[in-house]
Each structure stands twice: as C-alpha cells, then as structure tokens.
C-alpha cells in the first residue's frame, strides 16, 4: 500500500521555495521563489539577494540609513525577479510562482511581463503597503490570479544524515 502522508503539489514547491530562500544572505528578511509550468516541472528558482558580480560584503544590508543609497533596497534583487531571470529564456507563458511573501509592485510588472498566470504565497504581511495595493491592482488589471497556499504539513524536515535507501 502507497503512503499516505506525502506532501502535496503545492506544498513540495512552496518548500522548494523555502529551501531556495535559505541561500538568501540578508540578515532580515530571506525569501525564495519556485516557478512551475502546468505539468508541475520546475522552471526556475531563485531568493533575494544581490545581483551577480556584486560582492555581498561591499554592498548595504541595513534597512535604514542617511538616504536610501547606504540601505539594501537599490541593490538586491527579489526572489521573483531572480527566478525569472534564472530561467536562460524558457517560456513562461501560463505557469505559478511559489512565493513565501506577496510580491511588491515591481515584482508583479516581471510577473505580468514574463506571461506567469498564477502566484502562490504564504504571506501577504505588507497588504496594507502601497506597494502592495499596487500589485493587486495590476495583477488583477492583467488577470494573474493570486491565492494563499493552504499547508496541511506545517513542517518539513530535511535530515541529511537519515538513511533513505
């Protein structure tokens, strides 16, 4: 008999997205992104972090600073837009983005622009932000439908030392 504990579609690719985000070097706030194509197969992955070429211990982490130039936000690249990026030029027409963090306004534009449908998020922490509103109204101007993912497991665990053979 099959186990019946597996994980779901959606749920192996928000850990997908999880895992991603722990590559995420920022000291406040990591986040990773999983782009999926409607035969569920991976396209891209990505997490938020400085662009390539850009040495993260000469560039700002803080979030507050003199003006923005000494904070992260000029520099880092969000997840979304980092796995749109990592795609090398595969279509992209139709698929979702798994995402722990509602996307901001300037990642909803790559979102639209690169033809993903769908977004899958854990949670939408900032709704009430400008950047936020903004997204939605674009989303739904451009008809990318967008829903907080339902986990049934609320954790994963990943044990490199358990012998699975």
Not at 36 to 56: L, Q, R, T
Not at 121 to 143: E, H, I, N, P, V
């Amino acid at each position: 008999m099959k186990r019946k504990d597996y994980i779901s579609w959606d749920e192996y690719f928000m850990g997908t997205a999880l895992l991603a985000a722990k590559r995420s070097k920022d000291p406040n706030t990591q986040v990773g992104a999983c782009i999926v194509n409607d035969k569920n197969k991976i396209m891209s992955i990505g997490y938020n972090g400085f662009p390539i070429g850009c040495e993260d211990d000469e560039f700002p982490w803080e979030r507050e600073g003199k003006n923005s130039f000494d904070t992260k936000y000029p520099y880092v690249c969000h997840a979304e837009l980092n796995a749109i990026l990592n795609n090398r030029g595969a279509n992209l027409d139709g698929c979702t983005i798994y995402v722990a963090l509602f996307p901001c306004c300037e990642c909803a534009k790559a979102i639209i622009q690169s033809g993903i449908k769908k977004v899958m998020y854990l949670s939408d922490k900032y709704a009430l932000s400008d950047s936020t509103r903004a997204s939605k109204r674009m989303l739904d101007a451009a008809g990318v439908k967008y829903e907080k993912i339902e986990i049934k497991h609320k954790q994963i665990t990943i044990d490199f030392d358990e012998n699975l053979v």
